[in-house]
């Protein structure tokens, strides 16, 4: 019965409480000690104006780096208090923790020395090694299932195909085999990068998390009781409950009006520990439907990152000074009629985005446009007008929220969100 | 035959071939990527004054971080390319490389922010959990050899226990159970405390480290035919040998005269990256052989860490600007008759500190005085008289490796230093 689950589930599921109580205790502890860190922070330099705000107040940056070292404790003490459920998955456990500790180092660094891109992409791409081990290891398989096809389509597919492949059978899975681990492989740097693309509003960033580790947990509680994917679900709880509670006690620091920033030390946390979670538990289709803005605002991103159309040093949304509301930022100047490849590119998305509403262009003289810069923050700004921060930013954490019921829903084949209610 | 041994050596273990080439790649490249890092570590303040120069010139610290990375580098890639010998200890490899990877976070948190001593001291502890659990599940027994005693005072000996536990047997080994983890953590903070106290000479902490993982390497080379330890062996050496070629490289740019600081980092590093190979190998008691330099400083330290004698705020030897050679640094004045318990153990430990010539006394006027500080390097410039920088390092490197002799002295049941030669 439904109404009795919540008191059963946590007796006969010792070991995600515990996970539960020793989250909590170390998330409080953390929140009693993040504030006598800010001296030192300010002390070495780390440090940042909140452009948000009229004064533009100085504040801490890069705590997150406190917060990912209250992680891994947390996760390693947890295997001698639960040795006999951990130690099955000892390898998987081990593997995902130095993923995750070698990318907070590796965020920290970028937040202290300014990394260049190029480190910034090939790193997390060796950091993600342990992990593609202990997948081969553990699956050895690479195997994908496909959709299935309809009977007259698959006939027509195996025809074709079986001129140049004599033999072939068609079936819907498929091995991609070193295809696979360059997935897994980008995977990493995506989740990583994605975060770290879709920030700059105070709270946007742990809040994203927030509602994305939400998502996870509420998935892996309803296929709890899945055979086949209990145990995944479990591991993947033991790393998604600590990172949800020690998030929650990042963004009481950093939700408007923000008294830390959480730096790239964060987002690279926040990435790898999901990507982690997609590895290990086996169920990264799943985590990248959680990504739909995150997805959504990288595509978007993309004529300007790889510089078709021009790409200002910072694209944030700005401050108007006399009504203390954001407004959209625009790029540059340019003409939008400029000649080779470029130009005709640049046109073409130009009118697109703009014809579906995605960006705003204005006129500025001489046969020159600018428009707003290429991102969901931006857009919100279109749909919703000049706005505070605040609001802002909780709207960006709604259409997070909203995207993953979404996400539920492409994913509700019978066990979905449905199962956590209706299932047991 | 022992001159037909290099080359078959080679042939035979190729992993250990594999690991040298490997290491030496990524030594190489190190060497030339460090001086990228310079403008980013000096703009990020990690920066400190050369004391030990006239002109006291301002070089990058925190060099230790880039090592640090290249070595996480090397040993995640040596997995796949050698995965068939690193997946049967594929558990205690990335434990150690947790450990590891946790405590080049903490050191480089540590030059960034100059942590408190109570965080220094347990987080190590933490960091080495891993390693416990990893020794936890496969060795299970917690038991330790001791010496065999006589007939007639193991009779003695077993008369009086039993009176207190009846049906008491004496056998010469002891569990030590809890008490032997306590050891395990305890040697991770020793290890990395310990070579951070021996350190502020150009060169004097990655030499001492080179020496220790030399005279590892050595000792696992001679063991490494004997069967019941041979897989400890080559597990110790996939660790000792990246680190040894990378600190040679961070040698050559912190040797007299030092272009770079390498930090704390580099020493927390070090430190782990032994502990673990003492813990994982199963060589923890060798491996406080090597250490016996380190253990030396840090007895004839504790009365000044202590605050039993004064203890001032740097103990270096002082730079004489005149003649440019090091000399004696003194503690503050104090009254060398002072009352109560801790004044008679200051009158005794500088009395007998005195006699051995372990330490130099001068009268400061008015019933005070003041001594060397008590440290090897004031030490040694007490064995030395006044001598340059360089000097010092050499002669402090050498100490080290006679101390490394001396310990393979003491080690050599059979198989220690001769065993390399002539075993085979």
């Known amino acids: 019965m439904a109404t009795t689950l919540p008191w059963n589930f946590f007796t006969e599921n010792h070991e995600i ?96 020395l300014n990394l260049k891109w190029r480190h910034k992409l090939w790193i997390p791409t060796i950091a993600s090694l342990p992990l593609l081990i202990v997948h081969y290891m553990y699956i050895e398989r690479t195997i994908v299932v496909l959709p299935p096809m309809p009977d007259f389509f698959e006939n027509i597919v195996v025809q074709i195909v079986s001129n140049f492949i004599p033999g072939f059978v068609y079936s819907n899975t498929v091995d991609l085999g070193l295809l696979f681990y360059i997935y897994i492989g980008m995977l990493a740097v995506f989740c990583t990068n994605s975060i770290n693309i879709y920030a700059g509003i105070n709270g946007l960033e742990v809040g994203q998390s927030l509602v994305i580790a939400g998502s996870i947990i509420t998935f892996n509680l309803a296929h709890l009781n899945v055979v086949k994917v209990s145990a995944y679900m479990h591991l993947s709880l033991h790393f998604m409950i600590p990172f949800f509670m020690i998030s929650l006690v990042l963004f009481s620091y950093n939700k408007y009006p923000a008294e830390v920033f959480v730096g790239d030390t964060f987002c690279y946390f ?26 959504f605002n990288f595509l978007f991103s993309v004529p300007q990152l790889f510089k078709i159309v021009n790409c200002p040093r910072h694209r944030l949304p700005k401050l108007n000074t006399e009504t203390g509301l954001m407004e959209n930022s625009y790029t540059d100047k340019f003409k939008l009629s400029g000649g080779g490849l ?54 960006l954490i709604v259409l997070q929220i909203v995207a993953s019921l979404l996400a539920f829903g492409i994913r509700s084949d019978g066990y979905g969100l449905a199962g956590l209610i209706y299932q047991k």
Chains 1, 2 share one sequence.
């Open 270 to 295: 926040a990435g790898m520990t999901f990507a982690v979670v997609g590895i290990i538990g086996h169920m990264s289709k799943t985590l990248l439907l959680f990504f739909i803005p995150q997805i």
């Open 17 to 112: 409480t515990c996970s539960i109580i020793l989250s909590t205790i170390v998330a409080f502890l953390t929140y009693l000690v993040i504030p006598s860190f800010f001296p030192a922070l300010l002390n070495a330099g780390l440090k940042g104006k909140d452009l948000g705000k009229l004064e533009k107040p100085v504040i801490p940056e890069a705590v997150g780096v406190i917060c990912g070292m209250a992680y891994l404790v947390t996760l390693t003490l947890f295997v001698p208090i639960e040795f006999d459920v951990i130690s099955q998955w000892l390898v998987s456990y081990l593997g995902g923790l130095l993923a995750i500790c070698w990318m907070i180092l590796l965020g920290f660094l970028d937040d202290v």
């Open 342 to 395: 470029r130009g005709m590119l640049r046109k073409i998305i130009v009118t697109v985005f703009r014809v579906t509403g995605l960006i705003k262009v204005r006129e500025a003289g001489e046969d020159m446009v600018e428009c707003t810069n290429f991102t969901l923050i931006n857009l919100a700004l279109i749909w919703l007008g000049p706005t505070n921060e605040k609001n802002l930013a909780r709207f």
